[in-house]
């Protein structure tokens, strides 16, 4: 089994940072919210985009899968009481000259062994589409 560990300590009153390996990412944590840094939601939404993305790079060379530049946005929908995210969307649109049936195969791979996805996917409602950049 894989483990991972980070370390977040509060800064001040208005943020906050985590450690991972040699990387940092400031945290929004101010009651009032802040505009240069991701809130928890936010970073939940990021882990997702960033699983996609990770996958992509593990398995296009194995099922071939050419391609110049992808791009993921993600959506969620957070419900106050009681406070979770109820569901989360995304739409993956890569820059590639591969057959249908490749972003197909794709998207099932994505789907089936990211970490983060199929976490996130057994607590909430997961969907969404992987599409051919549009030029």
């Known amino acids: 089994m ?62 071939q899968f050419d391609y110049r530049g992808v791009i993921v946005r993600v959506h969620g929908v957070r419900q106050d009481a009681p406070p979770k995210m109820v569901r989360i969307d995304y739409v993956i649109s890569v820059d590639t000259d591969e057959d249908p049936h490749k972003l197909d195969l794709m998207h099932k791979n994505i789907r089936q062994y990211g970490t983060i996805y199929n976490t996130v996917a057994t607590g909430t409602e997961l969907s969404g589409v992987l599409q051919r950049m549009a030029r």
Do not use: Q, W
């Not at 906050?16 to 944590?29: L, Q, W, Y």
């Not at 960033?50 to 296009?60: F, Q, V, W």
């Open 2 to 63: 894989l483990e991972y560990e980070i370390e977040a300590r509060r800064i001040d009153e208005h943020g906050s940072v985590a450690h991972c390996k040699h990387a940092e990412i400031t945290i929004d944590t101010d009651i009032k919210g802040s505009a240069d840094a991701f809130n928890p939601a936010e970073l939940l939404l990021a882990a997702v985009a960033a699983c996609i993305l990770k996958n992509m790079e593990r398995i296009a060379p194995m099922i």
